[in-house]
């Protein structure tokens, strides 16, 4: 069992920068791979960046590609999303997800666990 709590939303201008983190609780942190989604009002969840439980291989949606940064640290047993240049557009709910199986990292439906989520609004 993971138990995940985002943290690190808020309102920000176009063009500014936040650091998302996500902590997780159990042992096994280390094992699992990570994600980030996001839901705009209205939209359905969508993937946004992951990475593999080495943090070696990490995966992006082409929009945020270039903006947005996800890494791990297993000792801390945290995973982060640095956004930067956001845009109105990034506008959602992001959640936190874990990943047992390793694979289809870039599915939602692939993903066991999943934290409450936290607010990123960017003012245009």
């Known amino acids: 069992q993971v138990q995940l709590v985002e943290s690190g939303g808020g309102l920000v201008q176009a063009g500014g920068s936040l650091r998302l983190s996500c902590a997780a609780s159990g042992r096994t942190f280390s094992s699992y791979a990570m994600g980030w989604f996001r839901q705009a009002p209205g939209k359905e969840r969508e993937f946004v960046a992951a990475i593999i439980w080495s943090g070696g291989r990490t995966y992006y949606r082409d929009s945020v590609k270039g903006r947005f940064t996800i890494s791990r640290d297993n000792a801390e047993n945290t995973v982060y999303l640095q956004m930067n240049s956001l845009k109105p557009e990034d506008t959602a709910v992001y959640y936190c997800?874990?990943?047992?199986?390793?694979?289809?990292?870039?599915?939602?439906?692939?993903?066991?666990?999943w934290g409450q989520g936290t607010q990123v609004t960017v003012s245009s």
């Open positions: 997800a874990a990943n047992s199986g390793g694979s289809g990292v870039t599915t939602l439906g692939t993903y066991d666990y």
